[in-house]
């Protein structure tokens, strides 16, 4: 039982470059979120899902797309990327709202 | 808009004092508050309050909800090293599936 899991653990992107967060958990659970952690700055919701084909804008959406094809993986997509968009990316899941799990995060930086 | 202020921001105290760390919300429709500890990596979970469940112990932490003054507080007693970690706190929303987090409370505890 792995949890959470995130790829990759650090990623070096330049300005304008795309690339794809990947998160898979192996709980079942039907609830999965993407946040951002900024330095010294708490957790801000990118997007979120409650389910399979199913997602939903959280507080910071601009410049990221999402996907929930199946129960178990949610990736982040960034599509040109920005050096406002550096940052620490934590995918968590829940089977409520309640206690999430988190991963491992992802650093990235745009440069 | 959904809001959650955390303080102090960052608190420095030596080993085996106490600290208390402040949470307050101003959200429509509360459900729960949840206290999360971040270290190096992932966020994990300490204690979730209710209104049928305000106040929580689970050894040198203890946390209580005020629902009259919209606001938690998390107490850590006899301060160790390992307690240093940054704190945050979240909301949960009636009919909403996501987290609000506060910007957390950094605590450096020394030896």
């Known amino acids: 039982n792995a949890g959470v899991t995130q790829t990759p653990k650090f990623r070096i992107l330049k300005i304008g470059q795309s690339m794809t967060l990947q998160c898979t958990q192996d709980m079942n659970h039907n609830y999965m979120y993407w946040y951002r952690q900024d330095p010294g700055m708490g957790l801000k919701l990118i997007y979120y899902?409650?389910?399979?084909?199913?997602?939903d804008k959280g507080e910071v959406p601009n410049g990221y797309n999402v996907s929930r094809s199946t129960t178990e993986d949610f990736p982040l997509r960034l599509e040109l990327a920005a050096p406002s968009q550096t940052s620490v990316y934590f995918c968590?899941?829940?089977?409520?709202?309640?206690?999430?799990?988190f991963g491992p995060g992802t650093r990235l930086t745009v440069t | 808009e959904d809001k959650v202020v955390q303080s102090p921001l960052s608190l420095v105290v030596h080993e085996g004092d106490t600290v208390t760390l402040n949470c307050s919300y101003e959200?429509?429709?509360?459900?729960?508050l949840l206290w999360y500890k971040q270290e190096k990596k992932a966020p994990t979970f300490l204690f979730m309050l209710?209104?049928?469940?305000i106040e929580k112990k689970s050894g040198r932490l203890s946390s209580i909800l005020d629902k009259k003054e919209l606001s938690s507080i998390l107490n850590i007693t006899a301060t160790q090293t390992g307690d240093s970690a940054i704190y945050l706190c979240?909301?949960?929303?009636?009919?909403?599936?996501?987290?609000?987090f506060g910007q957390g409370t950094r605590l450096t505890i020394n030896p």
């Open positions: 209710t209104s049928s469940g």
């Open positions: 979240a909301v949960t929303i009636q009919g909403a599936q996501k987290l609000v």
């Open positions: 959200v429509t429709n509360f459900r729960s």
């Open positions: 968590a899941s829940s089977s409520q709202a309640y206690e999430q799990y």
């Open positions: 899902s409650v389910g399979a084909g199913i997602t």
